[in-house]
């Protein structure tokens, strides 16, 4: 008996979750309270997001092409090595020499091996922790964004859309709207401030 009323008790649940908030929107239409936003299409179409892609980009560049530097110069300081180890070892030293040689050129080549490596890694460090700030930066102007594009609804809540089945006003548009406003501005104070020191 009991298990037959939970049979009918449970899909009465899940029929209010999902419609719950929709009739319950429709019921408070002028007390909305919460939004949604999509953040998928904020981080594909913000203009905000679009510099902060541009500049990860510059600075991965700018590794690599350091990377490759660091290489060349790693291929030529072992090659020189190489040519100094041949120059000894074609002196006709007695053979005894020959192992002493050997590690010596091996020590030397595993040093100039860990110098490149250590100023790959300083330097992927250096561009990584660029990067974390420039999109620390862009999450932060997101936020206040939002936080002003709320304020200005009179929004208490914002849910990301991907989580929300039903229900929400989509303040998405505002936000991008907003934001690309307040770059535009931001550009046009940059360029005043570019002629004013010309």
Same mark, same amino acid.
């Given at each position: 008996m009991r298990r037959s009323r939970l049979f009918f008790v449970i899909p009465a649940l899940i029929a209010l979750l999902i419609i719950g908030p929709?009739?319950?929107e429709s019921f408070f239409l002028g007390s909305i309270k919460y939004a949604v936003i999509d953040l998928e299409r904020i981080e594909a179409e913000a203009k905000g997001f679009a510099r902060f892609r541009e500049e990860r980009g510059r600075l991965q560049k700018e590794f690599e092409d350091f990377r490759e530097q660091v290489l060349a110069e790693h291929a030529r300081a072992i090659k020189e090595l190489a040519k100094e180890f041949t120059e000894k070892t074609a002196g006709g030293e007695d053979g005894r020499e020959q192992p002493l040689l050997n590690r010596e050129y091996t020590r030397r080549a595993e040093e100039l091996a860990s110098e490149a490596q250590e100023k790959?890694?300083?330097?992927?460090?250096?561009?990584q922790k660029l990067i974390e700030e420039k999109e620390?930066?862009?999450? /932060?102007?997101l936020?206040?964004?939002?936080k002003k594009?709320?304020?200005?609804k009179r929004v208490k809540t914002i849910l990301l859309k991907q989580h929300v089945i039903n229900g929400g006003r989509d303040l998405t548009d505002d936000i991008l709207k907003e934001? /690309?406003?307040q770059l535009a501005k931001q550009e046009k104070e940059e360029a005043k401030q570019v002629k004013e020191k010309k």
């Open positions: 929709g009739v319950a790959l890694d300083r330097k992927q460090k250096e561009i620390k930066a862009a999450r /932060n102007e936020e206040a964004i939002v594009v709320a304020e200005k934001w /690309n406003k």
